[in-house]
Structures are given as structure tokens and as C-alpha cells.
């Protein structure tokens, strides 16, 4: 029988009908009225969750990690290495929209708020995992150190970003002493949407690290051939 | 007693957001474009642009079986 491309698993599936709710949907239901959010307020289902499903893909790259140092099955260390990957991405984006909706709503492109230097450190703790990896050539080493940084990585991203805001001031909402979108920002409508969103994003981003994951073990398997390939080269 | 009660009803009051009902007409939103239905063309191109990316992810998920099926083989 011929492949198709509609021949996908069902997770997939749900996560495009989830992204498409979410992105129509986010555009079109009546939200709060709120001075200074105005329109802005939608930025909810496309920037928040965004950052939800990071952290969750980060938390299924500390699974792995786990998974890794008890089995020490290589296949566990590909997969932490590309949900980080995949985590790494939304991290940016995340940055760089939050980013847009703060100039237009606080003022400026980069406020000193505690939520937002987390955020930033929190990027700069990942993008040491990704040089960390860089840096080792022996595989069974390179992957044992890597499950062990990125197991401290996921901490320092807890305290960063879910710690360390609600114990000092910051704006966003939730965090010192403001309100959080459970009392009125987020009211059951946008909740209709938002949860979708979370889910639709996460399953999304399991997709692309899945397509990274299988690319990697394309490339793993290569390498025989690769070798024969140079030496024929070389003689010839 | 009356008079307690119903200054403790009156101050539990103030607890429900009633005050966001009464800013909900003053606040600036994109009511224009909910009204004339220009929304709709918005949310039809977001629309279009997600399925042609999801229909390129589609395809790179059907070209990298192909890729696994003949690395098997």
C-alpha cells in the first residue's frame, strides 16, 4: 500500500485540530475588558502557551535524562537532547513575543522584572546544556553528563521562573502580590480556549522533537557507511 | 443588629468584581472589527497559514518514513 501523508498517529492529528482551535478561536471569543491589556489580552493563548508547553518539554527532557542514567540506553539521551532542542526554540520565541507584548503593555522591550531575567537565565542555563554536549566527543560521557546537567538545568528553571518571581515584585500576573488570571484576566471563557492551546502546543512540539529524534537515529546508523564512503574516496 | 448586618452584607459586596463590569464600556478594544466581520478574514489567513505549515510537516513526516523504511530494507 502506498504511504500517504494523512497517515499519522492520533496524537498528531490533535494536536493540529488543537493549534487550528486555538489560533481561530483566540481571535474570535469575546474577552475582558481591561484598561491597558485592551486587545493585547489575546496574546494569552498565542505567548503563554508557548511558555507551558517549554516547560513541559523540558520536564519530558528530565524524564529522559532519568530514563537514561538508570538504563543507560543511548536511545534516552537522543531523546533529552531534542526535547531540550525543541524546549530551547519555544524558549526563544517566548523571549521574543514576550517581548512584543511588553513594549506595548509596560512600556518597553525589556523591564527589569524578576519573570523576565529568570526567563533570560533560564536560556542562557539551556543554551550551556546544547555547548555542554558540543564540547564532548565520546558519546556514553557526553550523554552521562548531559543527563546530569540538564536534571540541574530543569531545577535552576524552576527557580527561576516559578520560584524566585513570586517572592520579589513583578509584573506579570500571579507574581508579587498580583493577582493571578484565576481571579479575573483569565475568566472560563478564555479558559475554553487557553487549555486547548496548552495541549495543542505541547503535542505540536512532541511532534517536531520526534521528527529531530528519528532524524538523529537516521544519522546514528550512518556512520559505517559513511567511513567506508571517505576511505574509497581517499584510495581512489 | 440591622444596621450590623447590613453593613457587613454591604462591605461583603465589595469583594465581587463588580467594579470590572463597570469599566467594561470605556475600555478601547478592536469592536470595529468584530462588528464589520473583518475578523473573519484575519482569522481565514492564520487559518491558511497553519495548515500549509502543518501540511509541510506532514510531508516532512511521510519523506522521513520513506527515509527509515529503505535505512531498514
Redesign the interface.
Known amino acids: 500500500m502506498k ?6 498517529s492520533w496524537w ?1 492529528w490533535l494536536s ?1 485540530a488543537l ?2 482551535y486555538t ?2 478561536w483566540g ?2 471569543i469575546p ?5 491597558i491589556l ?2 493585547s489580552i489575546r496574546n494569552l493563548f498565542f505567548h503563554v502557551t508557548i511558555w507551558f508547553a517549554m516547560m513541559i518539554m523540558m520536564g519530558a527532557s528530565v524524564v529522559s535524562a532519568i530514563q537514561y542514567l538508570s538504563s543507560t540506553n543511548l536511545k534516552f539521551d537522543i531523546r533529552a537532547e531534542m526535547y531540550t532542542a525543541t524546549g530551547i526554540f519555544l524558549g526563544i520565541i517566548g523571549l521574543i513575543t514576550g517581548s512584543i507584548w511588553a513594549k506595548n503593555t509596560w512600556g518597553a522591550w525589556w523591564v527589569n522584572d524578576a519573570k523576565l531575567n529568570g526567563a533570560a537565565a533560564t536560556m542562557l542555563v539551556y543554551l550551556a546544556y546544547l555547548i555542554l554536549r558540543g564540547s564532548m566527543d565520546d558519546e556514553v560521557k557526553r550523554a552521562r553528563i548531559a543527563s546530569v546537567y540538564g536534571i540541574f538545568a530543569f531545577t535552576m528553571m524552576l527557580v527561576f521562573i516559578m520560584v524566585l518571581p513570586r517572592l520579589t515584585v513583578s509584573l506579570h500576573p500571579g507574581n508579587g502580590g498580583n493577582p493571578g488570571f484565576s481571579t ?1 484576566d483569565l475568566d472560563n471563557r478564555m479558559r475554553t480556549v487557553f487549555y486547548p492551546g496548552v495541549i495543542g502546543q505541547t503535542l505540536l512540539s512532541f ?2 522533537s520526534e ?1 529531530l529524534i ?2 538523529k537515529k ?1 544519522k546514528s ?1 550512518e556512520p559505517e557507511q559513511k567511513q567506508n564512503q571517505t576511505k574509497y574516496e581517499t584510495s581512489s | 443588629m440591622k444596621r450590623l448586618l447590613s453593613i457587613i452584607i454591604l462591605s461583603l459586596s465589595l469583594l465581587l468584581p463588580f467594579h470590572l463590569l463597570a469599566q467594561a464600556d470605556d475600555v478601547e478594544m478592536a469592536d470595529l472589527m468584530h462588528q464589520n466581520g473583518k475578523i473573519y478574514v484575519v482569522v481565514t489567513v492564520v487559518g491558511v497559514v497553519l495548515v500549509g505549515l502543518f501540511v509541510f510537516l506532514m510531508i516532512i513526516d511521510k519523506r522521513l518514513r520513506k527515509l527509515e523504511k529503505s535505512n531498514r530494507d
Not at chain 1, 3 to 8: E, G, T, V, Y
Not at chain 1, 31 to 35: F, G, I, Q, S, T
Request: charged content about 15%; hydrophobic content about 60%.
Open positions: 504511504d500517504s501523508i494523512f497517515n499519522l498528531k493540529i493549534v487550528l489560533f481561530i481571535f474570535l474577552v475582558p475588558r481591561l484598561p485592551h486587545e479575573y511532534w517536531i521528527i528519528r532524524i537516521i546508523q
